[in-house]
């Protein structure tokens, strides 16, 4: 069983910057794929990034492309969600999942979920 915990959401201005982290424990991290996904009110849960075992693949959102880096660090179990020039469009709970299969856009591939984390970007 694999625990994830976010941390680093926050309140910031448009064009401001933060990075979310996702630590896991209960299970060997290298062998999952990670991915970020990100929930406004009244709406579904998205992909925002994905990425690979060992770091070498990446996926983007087109919404978020340009503006957001995923990476990650086995040896520390981590991945990081790096997140430059935010809009208000960003302002979501946004959570990292954990999937056994592969670095997929689809949150039914993902079998852990952390609680989420608040982020709110102000106009």
């Known amino acids: 069983q694999v625990q994830l915990v976010e941390s680093g959401g926050g309140l910031v201005q448009a064009g401001g910057s933060l990075r979310l982290s996702c630590t896991a424990s209960g299970g060997t991290f290298s062998r999952y794929a990670m991915g970020w996904f990100r929930q406004a009110p009244g709406k579904d849960r998205d992909i925002v990034a994905s990425?690979?075992?060992?770091?070498?693949?990446?996926f983007y959102a087109d919404s978020v492309k340009g503006r957001f880096t995923i990476s990650r660090d086995n040896a520390k179990n981590t991945v990081y969600l790096q997140m430059n020039s935010l809009k208000p469009e960003d302002t979501a709970v946004y959570y990292c999942?954990?999937?056994?299969?592969?670095?997929?856009?689809?949150?039914?591939?993902?079998?852990?979920w952390g609680q989420g984390t608040q982020v709110t970007v102000s106009s």
């Open positions: 999942a954990a999937s056994s299969y592969y670095a997929s856009q689809f949150k039914n591939d993902y079998n852990y």
């Open positions: 990425i690979t075992t060992s770091g070498g693949g990446t």
